[in-house]
């Protein structure tokens, strides 16, 4: 187990993890979170806080646990021990569609939209869950749910493919349309879990860009597994690096990746 202090001029949050001086409470905060099945220990004693507006790229070695902690924050697995907070309030016990109505989001490796509606109506029926108006799930208002999922289409660059069934986009747009859902519930952290999975060579740059965009211009916190390394450099602002279940760094890119165990462990000897 790695214990993080905190840098010189940082200070203890109530959660016990490391705040800088003046900053609010941290979207997403970890206090030694664990989780064990038969005796062996999957996630490992994690402590760590995800600012406001964040981008944390979560890598590691297959095996590391990354999938297993977001199964943790996300509610689809209990915690053996530790607390997770977001916006200070402890969800640890929360199921993941409370996590969801309390601003949490997640996407998850192997796509999950409605094929047989278009693309409109499932963003549609995103912003009518938001709005309350879901017991009128088959009778959408508009087409294209309203302002709201027209400016959340834009925003992920599929307007031009509002009528298409969503069972016929190509796997980046797929992944376009997830992040269009989340939107639509007006998320203020969302989880991205290899997004970039099965997506075509071609399809990256432009996925890239959107997700930048929503990060950017929704102000959205983001906490992101993905193995492509080009893409995480350029996007993160913080690298939580994972080894055998536990953190092993938890910093900017550049220091991270200068880091002879994230060398290592992650790249290999000799990196």
């Known amino acids: 187990m790695t214990t993080h202090t905190p840098s ?5 949050a109530p959660d016990g993890g490391a705040t800088a001086p003046g900053t609010t409470t941290p979207v997403l905060a970890l206090q030694n979170l664990s989780w064990s099945v038969g005796g062996a220990v999957i996630v490992d004693d994690i402590t760590m806080s995800v600012e406001e507006g964040g981008f944390v790229a979560l890598i590691g070695p297959n095996g590391a646990g990354k999938t297993s902690l977001f199964n943790l924050i ?13 916006a200070g309030r402890d969800i640890g016990r929360h199921a ?13 490796q192997t796509s999950s939209v409605f094929g047989d509606l278009t693309v409109g109506a499932n ?35 599929l307007s031009h493919r ?3 069934l969503a069972g016929d986009l ?12 989340l939107l639509a519930r007006g998320p203020r952290l969302i989880l991205l879990d290899e997004p970039m999975a099965g997506v075509s060579a071609g399809e990256i740059g ?29 996007m993160a602002d913080r690298l939580a690096v994972m080894h055998h279940g536990a953190l092993l760094t938890y910093a900017d890119p550049e220091t991270a990746m200068a880091d002879p165990d994230v060398q290592a462990a992650y790249l290999g000897d000799g990196a």
Not at 129 to 156: H, I, K, N
Not at 215 to 232: A, I, K
């Open 96 to 108: 993941p569609h409370r996590r969801a109505r309390l601003g949490m989001g997640r996407t998850f």
């Open 170 to 181: 190509s796997h980046g747009d797929k992944r376009k349309l997830e992040l269009a859902l």
């Open 162 to 164: 509002v009528d298409y």
């Open 74 to 86: 996300s509610g689809l697995t209990k915690p053996t021990a530790g607390t997770i907070r977001l």
């Open 206 to 234: 432009e996925l890239t860009n959107v997700i930048q965009d929503v990060h950017r211009e929704q102000g959205c916190t983001v906490l992101m597994v993905e193995h492509h390394m080009e893409v995480l450099l350029d």
């Open 8 to 12: 010189s001029g940082a200070t203890s």
């Open 123 to 157: 963003v549609g029926l995103a912003v009518q869950a938001r709005t309350g108006e879901s017991r009128r799930f088959w009778r959408l208002a508009t087409p294209a749910g309203g302002a709201d999922a027209a400016r959340v289409l834009d925003l992920v660059r």
